[in-house]
């Protein structure tokens, strides 16, 4: 179940803060962003305890999904809404 919270907050922040903030600002507050959910998101799940080296893995999934949240899935939202408009006609 943390695979998907990682997924999905890091789908949210890639495409929240695409907009919102920019140079290196945005890089920094990415960068700690990821790292702080990562850990948390290992944390609440109770992996940290059992096994320590799985927040480098949320990170990751944190990150990863922050990317695509970033750059695919506006292109995917519009591509939607255009082929929604489409079949309304």
Do not use: K
């Not at 949210?12 to 803060?17: A, H, M």
């Not at 790292?35 to 080296?53: H, K, R």
């Not at 506006?74 to 489409?86: C, D, I, N, T, Y």
Request: aromatic residues 10%.
């Amino acid at each position: 179940m943390g695979e998907l919270v990682a997924w999905g907050l890091g789908l949210g922040l890639g495409y929240t803060v695409r907009n919102s903030l920019t140079g290196w600002r945005r890089i920094l507050f990415c960068v700690i962003a990821v790292i702080l959910l990562g850990s948390l998101i290992t944390f609440l799940s109770g992996e940290l305890l059992a096994e320590p080296w799985l927040v480098l893995l949320d990170i990751g999934q944190v990150a990863v999904a922050a990317v695509i949240g970033a750059f695919a899935l506006p292109r995917g939202l519009h591509w939607a809404e255009r082929f929604a408009r489409s079949g309304a006609r």
